[in-house]
């Protein structure tokens, strides 16, 4: 493969998580570096930028508050939500990019984000193909939900999977404080994979977690939920729950849009979001004193509680999306290969664009207890590596020193 | 004063903070090496276990243990809130005290919590006085609230406070990810004093914080609430905003308990917490995307993100009570008594639990903004100090390493 020169842009998409940005450093600082490279964009806001023509030049960052992406979460050059239409249906946007790809000489493009973000990479790989464009794409992957395919564990995951699992053991040490009892009631994000809240089955191995969890991977049953709730709660006085976000019903609903109905154990009609309304149906059920928690947004823009692991992993993977694209690779996913059985060990494995884009991976039924709430032993020692590593956080005043870009806008 | 010899109890009260332990280490560590004290007990649940006579042998514990107390969150003896009764009235409970006092030669009673334990200590010791039995009683304070009379701030203020500064700065940078804007409503705890909220302003003097803040001390009004909003929203596309849960309206009702009514912006019947309430208020309002966090429990037990300097100063408080007990003291809650002219300077003084007891301290209405929408810098310079420095946290694969307690019964 000869080589190719020319500029990079690199975006990133969809929802944010804590290293998110240890990926587009990754990227940045390679890219900065490479001799094929002549010039490194950061697209505003994932592809809308490139779109709106609103690119910012890296090259005219500090070195040193780049550095600081690491301990910066969220995602640093913004983010979209932005789904690209079929180009046989309508071209109008790939025509966009072409032209702007045109303007400034660019030869790479990489975009870091989640199953739709691969599919976004896939489509303009595909089409600057088609019309003999030479530019090669790579996707480096983030998402907090683990469910890209191919890969053993997605950049996000472990920091997101860290904040869940230490939270949960310092709510439990608060939650079991009075010798009145309690029953606390956890929701962890995740609309159809339930890998983050089995997250927080890594604080009940330290004895200090769930006594039950929750994932969409098994369909709920409310009856059932609240006998298990009950029995533990009898026994012991205290109950700790985890519940995903994306639990349905046997019949696909949502548990938190079902309707209220006296048979699933709402008497009344309920708003407010999942957490809520599982704890007035467990208040209902038992008369404990019962709380609902929503781990929200924190759990994945955490990044003082970052792992390390992921923070180099995610760094490694923008890195390696940039040198295989100048050694020629193109339309890959940067994916990782990891071997536990002596320790832990992580390779760089590259996927097809498309096997990636849109298939989702969930966790497996047998990591799941049979009766559907609780998780094996299998998790613990899938996540538990990840986690692993204490960030060399900045800090001023001890509060988080974020990176300071100054978005310098491409000539 | 001559010489007391004699056992100690040491018991935890209210609701629990990321550093209580610290404090009950303090005192424990101090008094297990003091030779006037014959023996160190912890009682469970604060004063219930010294009237349910259990009560635990704290010379029993491994020191290595009893030092992990300093990145323990919760109450490691147990919790309780219990009012005690006035003894003229009913003094069951205080006959209970005085037996087991007698039975186990207990001559120090140190009791660790807010103003309702300095209640109950002032009870205490007013009793044993009044019957003629020799035993000193000392307060040893804490709460989140910060809302202790005399003292110049509370233990588990400021780790409370880092935790929320932290946490505001990181959700700030996910709220503002997109281009299409947002709206973000973040509930703290604090009934009566907005100690806790002002302590998001630590996060917008960093630049990436709340544009709004409301606290109980000034009364809410929703008109202006959502004009606050829209107006901030209209300008810049986003808006952050940290409400108490104690806020009330002019009438004294609490916002988060009012009836729905269309004039105060809620067109339907809501349930479930404050920040969703105003989420859904301001949705109607703006029509923008806007979610509502709270952070719940998460900020008080948060000892990951704990300030250096509260575990200290909690230590020292714990220390200090032990040390004026055996020198003579009794009748009084440690406090402290800052310098911030030249750098940050902090002073054990010591107060009288009758002072104490009842009294509640609310944020001074001059370091809020005349609109009662912000803080002033008074605030920060108070605040900012108390949050410094980084625990030294025990972890065990990378998730904390509580205290491991063994709890023996004292025969």
């Known amino acids: 493969m000869s080589e190719l020169k020319g500029a990079c842009i690199v975006g990133q998409s969809g929802g944010p998580t804590s290293v998110i940005n240890s990926s587009l450093y990754g990227v940045i600082n390679t890219a900065l570096h490479n001799p094929s490279i002549t010039k490194v964009y950061g697209a505003a ?101 683990n469910d890209l395919f191919g890969t053993d564990h997605c950049p996000g995951f472990a920091s997101a999977a860290k904040y869940i699992a230490t939270s949960c053991m310092e709510v439990f040490l608060d939650a079991h404080v009075y010798d009145t009892g309690e029953i606390c009631v956890i929701e962890i994000m995740g609309r159809n994979a339930g890998w983050l809240t089995a997250a927080s089955a890594l604080a009940s191995a330290k004895g200090y977690g769930p006594d039950l969890i929750y994932l969409p991977e098994v369909a709920f049953n409310m009856d059932k939920f609240l006998d298990d709730v009950d029995k533990i709660y009898k026994k012991t006085g205290y109950c700790m729950i985890a519940v995903s976000e994306g639990i349905c019903y046997e019949d ?140 060399d956080f900045s800090r001023e005043d001890s509060l988080p020193r974020f990176a300071k870009l100054k978005k310098v806008l491409a000539k």
């Open 252 to 391: 696909g609903t949502l548990v938190s849009e079902a309707q209220a109905s006296a048979s699933d154990g709402f008497g009344h009609a309920q708003l407010g979001g999942l957490a809520s309304r599982l704890a007035d149906a467990v208040k209902e059920k038992t008369g404990a004193k019962v709380r609902g928690i929503e781990l929200s947004l924190l759990q994945r823009c955490g990044a003082h509680l970052a792992s390390k692991t992921d923070i180099d992993e995610s760094y490694a993977s923008g890195e390696a999306a940039v040198n295989n694209a100048v050694a020629g690779i193109t339309d890959k996913m940067v994916g990782f290969k990891c071997d536990r059985t002596n320790g832990y060990k992580c390779e760089i494995q590259l996927l097809d664009l498309s096997d990636v884009a849109n298939t989702e991976k969930k966790v497996p039924r047998e990591w799941i207890n049979e009766e559907g709430n609780g998780i094996n032993q299998q998790f613990i020692d899938y996540a538990l590596p990840l986690i692993q590593g204490e960030p």
């Open 45 to 145: 806001n994932g592809i809308k930028g490139v779109l709106g023509d609103k690119l910012y030049d890296m090259g005219e960052e500090d070195p040193a508050e780049l550095a600081k992406l690491t301990s910066t979460p969220s995602s640093a050059l913004g983010s979209c939500r932005y789904k690209m239409k079929d180009p046989d249906v309508d071209d109008t946007d790939y025509k966009k990019i072409l032209e702007i790809f045109k303007k400034y000489d660019v030869r790479y493009f990489f975009y870091n984000g989640g199953n739709d973000s691969m599919d976004t990479c896939n489509k303009i790989s595909k089409y600057m193909q088609k019309v003999g464009y030479e530019c090669r794409v790579m996707g480096v992957p983030k998402t907090i939900d």
